[in-house]
């Protein structure tokens, strides 16, 4: 194992390899262009599971179900460190309008995943607090109130419950603490210009002003990976993808479990506000936010929670997401250089895969026999996806 490790970026990416290089002994420096995890890392909304676990390709599955069973651990331990709270909780989340549910509950099946159908009416898996903020009618049991499906929803909801989710602007503030706290040491708004090579190998990364000297290299630069530095060719395929999203601010507890439904997903923090979100826009590093996004959002929230109809939200804002095809990341060595190595490209699921990424990395940096097949998240793998239309 190297001793000196220089990471380049500080997203939940960089800083989840960084404190596994931490816990080994290893001496190691983060350099980002910005604030530490100020990009998708903080955007996000914490969701930790895939969106629609059965809709992804198993390289997905595998780094996303992986870290899933081993998160309350994973984060108890930076809590531990950093004397931090990350807000974990398992909330669940309700999927509405499921194209095909039987065959989503077969997937949660086979993979070990609890689920069950969700019907939106007498039985509903929804906790009452957010149940007497639905649409409610009379029902014809003794006056019971039962829910109103909207589009025809009902039957074709899927309820798991066991979903958990992290307030993922702390959990970058208790690994930046607990990094620290390990002896590591952050450069923020110090972007990396280059590198320095000999004998084939990295031996420092270049800034503006100073040059660091490095055993290894961990590229964990998000949506500008596929930039690449000075010296360094580009990774494969990602491109930033630009998500907008809106807060609100309600009562706690009026809603405690997230919703999704077509790509719109409310998550409820404990404190009472509302993360809705999210587009997925292919517009460059453009962080820009627009109106009509702000009322189409607003009016879809509405429609799943009718409270927010007439709340006004706190804040709408942009960030980029780290895009790769199929939601696949590239986690391997740079094919130029065996002393430097790649974590990125995880896209709309970093914060879920982070553990199961950085176990896989520093098992490639170690020369263990990793836990999960590397083969998928080869830069190899990588060339050789492509982008559909829709990404």
């Known amino acids: 194992m190297a001793h000196n490790v220089i990471i380049i970026g500080t997203g939940v990416s960089g800083l989840s390899v960084a404190l596994r290089l931490l816990q080994c002994g290893c001496r190691v420096t983060l350099l980002d262009r910005g604030a530490t995890g100020g990009e998708s890392s903080w955007a996000g909304g914490g969701i930790l599971s895939p969106l629609l676990p059965w809709d992804y390709a198993e390289p997905v599955s595998a780094l996303a179900l992986r870290s899933m069973a081993g998160y309350a651990d994973w984060v108890a331990g930076i809590e531990a460190?950093?004397?931090?709270?990350?807000?974990?909780?398992?909330?669940?989340?309700?999927?509405?309008?499921?194209?095909?549910?039987?065959?989503?509950?077969?997937?949660?099946?086979?993979?070990?995943?609890?689920?069950?159908?969700?019907?939106?009416?007498?039985?509903?898996?929804?906790?009452?607090?957010?149940?007497?903020?639905?649409?409610?009618?009379?029902?014809?049991?003794?006056?019971?109130?039962?829910?109103?499906?909207?589009?025809?929803?009902?039957?074709?909801?899927?309820?798991?419950?066991?979903?958990?989710?992290?307030?993922?602007?702390?959990?970058?503030?208790?690994?930046?603490?607990?990094?620290?706290?390990?002896?590591?040491?952050?450069?923020?708004?110090?972007?990396?210009?280059?590198?320095?090579?000999?004998?084939?190998?990295?031996?420092?990364?270049?800034?503006?002003?100073?040059?660091?000297?490095?055993?290894?290299?961990?590229?964990?630069?998000?949506?500008?990976?596929?930039?690449?530095?000075?010296?360094?060719?580009?990774?494969?395929?990602?491109?930033?993808?630009?998500?907008?999203?809106?807060?609100?601010?309600?009562?706690?507890?009026?809603?405690?479990?997230?919703?999704?439904?077509?790509?719109?997903?409310l998550i409820p923090r404990r404190d009472g506000h509302v993360l809705v979100g999210s587009t997925l826009e292919d517009a460059g590093f453009d962080k820009t936010t627009d109106a009509a996004t702000h009322q189409r959002l607003h009016a879809e929230a509405a429609e799943l929670l009718p409270i927010l109809a007439d709340a006004r939200p706190v804040r709408h804002w942009a960030g980029l997401r780290p895009g790769s095809p199929g939601n696949i990341p590239v986690i391997d060595r740079h094919p130029d250089f065996d002393n430097v190595f790649v974590n990125a490209g995880h896209y709309r699921y970093g914060v879920t895969m982070a553990p199961a990424s950085a176990e896989l990395l520093l098992d490639l940096m170690e020369g263990r026999t990793p836990a999960l097949d590397p083969a998928p998240y080869r830069w190899q793998a990588a060339l050789e996806r492509a982008w559909s239309e829709c990404f």
């Open 81 to 265: 460190i950093s004397g931090r709270n990350t807000e974990l909780w398992r909330c669940g989340m309700l999927a509405l309008n499921v194209a095909e549910p039987n065959q989503a509950l077969g997937w949660c099946r086979a993979h070990g995943i609890a689920a069950k159908r969700g019907v939106l009416g007498l039985h509903s898996p929804l906790p009452p607090p957010l149940m007497k903020h639905l649409t409610t009618q009379p029902s014809p049991q003794a006056g019971k109130p039962q829910i109103i499906p909207h589009h025809g929803e009902g039957s074709d909801s899927v309820w798991l419950p066991d979903v958990a989710q992290v307030r993922n602007p702390r959990l970058v503030g208790a690994l930046r603490a607990a990094a620290l706290s390990l002896g590591g040491v952050i450069y923020e708004y110090c972007p990396a210009t280059g590198v320095q090579i000999q004998g084939g190998r990295v031996t420092a990364v270049r800034t503006k002003t100073d040059t660091f000297p490095a055993d290894s290299v961990v590229l964990a630069t998000g949506a500008w990976s596929g930039l690449g530095l000075a010296g360094l060719a580009a990774m494969p395929q990602i491109r930033p993808i630009r998500g907008q999203m809106l807060l609100f601010k309600l009562e706690p507890g009026v809603l405690d479990t997230i919703l999704y439904r077509n790509g719109l997903y």
